[in-house]
């Protein structure tokens, strides 16, 4: 049975921090049930990295100003015929909540930036082994301590994040769905087309054939170059099908 990959590829810079977040904030859930230090490292690096992500630009601003812009797509819709209301208004009211809900949080992070063993052990990861148990024993201490303690403050950390997650999860899904697969073909392994108003590209590719895109595009514009995941001994068929979404 074929396998399918998605890629995607933001398009403008808003975008691009806001799958950061994505994936930062995935990879912190996964990693929630921390039982040693190889857990903790994965999730404190993580909830580090989403903390330098948040001190970038007006993010806040950012995004109520996107939950703002998908509630006017909405309401255009509404004049369509045979539109779903039921599913207009329910996604319309679950935007109206984010807003509110994001408005009266506090500053993104801002539970995890004042954390005490989370500034501790944010200041070591950048020296190559500087988690020792001897460089923080706050945090050897603090991995043995009942599970159900630490899972307890985990849960407390990720809550804090709860704002960003909903609205960031709703506007990527939207986005997400507003573009529809259409088949392409990129000869001698390149594709170029126009994005008049798009944030996002999608493509996927059949693992079979190995190759992985490249894409260099911005505002209006992209070209997709296609290259071998073996550089050696890989090669670029003169003709290539695939599925690209613009959304």
């Known amino acids: ?34 039982t040693d230090h190889l857990g903790a490292l994965t999730f404190f690096r993580n909830a580090a990295e989403l903390l330098d992500v948040f001190e970038r630009g007006e993010l806040r601003t950012d995004i109520l100003k996107e939950l703002e812009r998908q ?20 996604l319309s009211q679950r935007l109206k909540r984010c807003s509110t809900v994001l408005m ?25 082994g500087g988690c020792c148990s001897f460089d923080l024993p706050t945090l050897h201490i603090w991995l043995h301590q009942d599970q159900q303690l630490r899972d307890d403050q985990v849960a407390q950390w990720l809550a804090s994040l709860a704002a960003v997650r909903e609205a960031l999860t709703l506007i990527l899904d939207l986005i997400r769905q507003s573009g529809i697969f259409r088949n392409q073909t990129s000869l001698n392994g390149f594709f170029q087309d126009n994005a008049e108003g798009s944030d996002l590209l999608r493509l996927q590719l059949m693992l079979e054939d190995s190759l992985y895109p490249q ?7 992209y070209a997709i170059r296609f290259l071998p995941l073996d550089s050696e001994n890989g090669d670029v068929p003169a003709r290539l099908d695939f599925e690209l979404a613009c959304c």
């Open 1 to 34: 049975m074929s396998t399918t990959i998605l890629f995607e590829h933001p398009l403008n810079e808003k975008m691009r921090t806001w799958l950061r977040i994505e994936f930062l904030l995935k990879q912190l859930e996964a990693s929630k049930s921390i």
């Open 71 to 90: 509630q006017l797509k909405l309401r255009s819709w509404t004049e369509v015929p045979g539109v779903d209301m039921e599913l207009i208004n329910a």
């Open 104 to 128: 009266a949080a506090p500053r993104m992070g801002q539970q995890l930036r004042e954390d005490r063993l989370i500034g501790l052990v944010r200041q070591r990861l950048s020296i190559p």
């Open 215 to 221: 894409v260099s595009g911005h505002k209006s514009r």
